[in-house]
């Protein structure tokens, strides 16, 4: 039996559609944004709108065709945000680079990608001069700035200032109709292990997205907002941010390349940042800057976290410290976005501290689009009672359905395999509970690395920890604690273990604790633990 046909108007959910939507109903709209070079620069929504139309056909004089893909080097900036919206609603493909790839990898995704032209910021000059011999289908590679402060690269290729390349061009673009279904923009995994693996977004995707993230249970974005993306635009597109904040109407604050504390802090307050999203690492070293200087947050009512799990002791901080709602979630960069988020109740608003840190450390419900589930090893579904836990499933609009390049589906029975080991509630709380490979198995049980850290994180002398499993002759494998400690702290292993035996079970408890003076970290925020196992395979001898 079919259904009947609807007798709705049909129109594409285009990355161009979000750009007039901004321009024609916000356009008075604020963007600020950090130049590399120091200064803020100010402009609108309309005069955003103006300059991207200007890059479209910039890109079109310079050869680029539609679906040619323009890759970025970029820090979160004004003209990295025009080169989002040209490249994509102008029929192209933005490709961001993340800059923190090692230059093999970061010239192999440019050449697996074939982009045409390289839009990059002044800082990263001296990493196009080492790439740019080995990326030979790059027609242009263009510096996002004006001309004093375009830099010549002694030995590398020319390089074409961004404001002179866009001057003459036309402030009208006929944004033209495009199938919803095809490629805006593409992003690399963070290749931990092998090359990185693309991933290429749709205009419709994006659109949902970003339309689904304005709502109250997700970031709720809306004129009356201010919204300050701290994770990357080149990280899963900083989280759709750039596109929900037209969407809604929000005022859009960029840091460019000055991510500490003390300047996060300034920025936040003098813009009137309402919202703010980033990874943990970024929050820790911002409240460290907050907590010396004995200040406030005048205007920030809440903050986005993602990319590792938060820790609860951070999540308190934020929370009964500073009077900052602390809304934590889960997404990958084969989601295009956040997946899950964990939002309090006003049953929940109720409960204990501790009761409310305990559900906003979690990863929350699915977002309006997304499904989630969790199998064993056969495949086979496990129940929502929060105890058996297995790999993570998700399916949804704007999940991906293969890498790439690639011919082969990544999906099992129309789901994607996330590599994440989970379980849920029965009203479909999920829990992330590890990595497939970060889960840790001794004597034949299991040992999540990410509430063991989550609990060492909770000392308060401790600035980070990292768990990796080490091999062990009688229970096959021990958990191996790194602690990173705040400054001016002394505490010792003796100290640590003796905090753990009272928060997790005894045979959680690490053999042994490594204090080091930083942890590798990886260009999305993460703790690198492949480069722990490589130092430290032995354990701590």
């Known amino acids: 039996m079919s259904a009947a046909p609807s007798l709705m108007m049909f129109r594409p959910m285009l990355i161009s559609s979000i750009l007039k939507h901004g321009m024609t109903h916000f356009g008075d709209q604020e963007i600020v944004s950090r130049e590399t070079h120091?200064?803020?620069?100010?402009?609108?929504?309309?005069?955003?709108?103006?300059?991207?139309?200007?890059?479209?056909?910039?890109?079109q004089r310079l050869g680029v065709t539609p679906g040619g893909m323009v890759g970025s080097i970029a820090w979160n900036n004004h003209r990295h945000v025009e080169a989002y919206y040209a490249v994509s609603g102008s029929g192209m493909v933005i490709h961001t680079c993340n800059p923190r790839l090692h230059p093999d990898q970061l010239a192999y995704v440019i050449n697996h990608a074939e982009d045409e032209v390289v839009l990059f910021d002044s800082t990263f000059a001296p990493l196009v001069k080492a790439i740019a011999p080995h990326c030979p289908k790059v027609k242009a590679w263009v510096c996002l700035s004006d001309a004093e402060h375009t830099p010549v690269i002694?030995?590398?290729p020319e390089v074409l200032c961004y404001d002179a390349l866009i001057a003459p061009e036309s402030t009208a673009f006929d944004w033209p109709d495009l199938?919803?279904?095809?490629?805006?923009?593409?992003?690399?995994?963070?290749?931990?292990?092998g090359n990185p693996k693309g991933v290429l977004y749709s205009h419709r995707g994006i659109f949902l997205n970003a339309t689904t993230s304005c709502m109250g249970g997700v970031l709720n974005l809306s004129a009356q907002e201010a919204v300050l993306p701290v994770v990357p635009m080149f990280h899963i597109n900083a989280w759709c941010i750039p596109y929900s904040a037209l969407v809604g109407g929000a005022k859009l604050v960029l840091p460019g390349p000055k991510l500490d504390g003390a300047s996060l802090y300034e920025l936040m307050e003098a813009e009137q940042v309402t919202l703010a999203a980033g990874v943990p690492t970024i929050w820790m070293g911002l409240l460290q800057h907050v907590d010396q200087q004995g200040a406030r947050f005048n205007y920030l009512k809440r903050t986005?976290?993602?990319?590792?799990?938060?820790?609860?002791a951070l999540i308190g901080k934020f929370?009964?410290?500073?009077?900052?709602?602390v809304r934590?979630?889960?997404?990958?960069?084969?989601?295009?976005?956040?997946?899950?988020?964990?939002?309090?109740?006003?049953?929940?608003?109720?409960?204990?501290?501790?009761?409310?840190?305990?559900?906003?450390?979690?990863?929350?419900?699915?977002?309006?689009?997304?499904?989630?589930?969790?199998?064993?090893e056969n495949g086979q579904t496990l129940p929502r009672d929060d105890i058996a836990q297995g790999e993570l499933m998700v399916r949804g609009h704007w999940i991906m359905e293969r890498y790439f390049k690639s011919d082969k589906t990544a999906l099992i029975n129309g789901w994607f395999p996330t590599g994440d080991i989970a379980t849920i509630s029965?009203?479909?709380?999920?829990?992330?509970?590890?990595?497939?490979?970060?889960?840790?198995?001794?004597g034949g049980e299991w040992?999540?690395?990410?509430?063991?850290?989550?609990a060492a994180a909770g000392h308060p002398a401790v600035a980070m920890a990292a768990v990796i499993g080490v091999k062990h002759p009688k229970w096959d494998e021990r958990p191996l604690l790194f602690i990173v400690r705040k400054p001016g702290q002394s505490v010792e292993k003796q100290d640590i273990l003796d905090f753990l035996v009272e928060r997790v079970a005894k045979w959680w408890v690490p053999d042994d604790v490594m204090f080091l003076d930083s942890l590798p970290v990886g260009g999305t925020g993460k703790v690198q633990k492949n480069e722990l196992r490589k130092q430290f395979a032995g354990g701590a001898d």
């Open 38 to 59: 120091g200064p803020l620069f100010c402009y609108t929504f309309a005069e955003m709108g103006a300059r991207a139309a200007q890059l479209a056909h910039a890109l």
């Open 154 to 156: 002694e030995g590398g």
């Open 179 to 193: 199938d919803e279904t095809s490629g805006a923009a593409l992003c690399y995994t963070s290749g931990t292990t």
């Open 304 to 312: 986005l976290v993602g990319g590792s799990a938060m820790p609860k």
């Open 319 to 325: 929370v009964d410290t500073y009077g900052v709602e």
């Open 328 to 376: 934590h979630g889960w997404g990958m960069t084969e989601t295009t976005s956040v997946a899950t988020l964990s939002v309090l109740s006003r049953r929940d608003l109720a409960r204990p501290a501790d009761e409310r840190q305990a559900i906003v450390a979690r990863q929350g419900k699915p977002v309006s689009g997304i499904e989630i589930k969790v199998v064993d």
């Open 426 to 442: 029965a009203d479909g709380v999920l829990t992330i509970r590890d990595r497939t490979k970060d889960v840790i198995k001794s």
């Open 447 to 454: 040992i999540s690395s990410i509430d063991l850290e989550n």
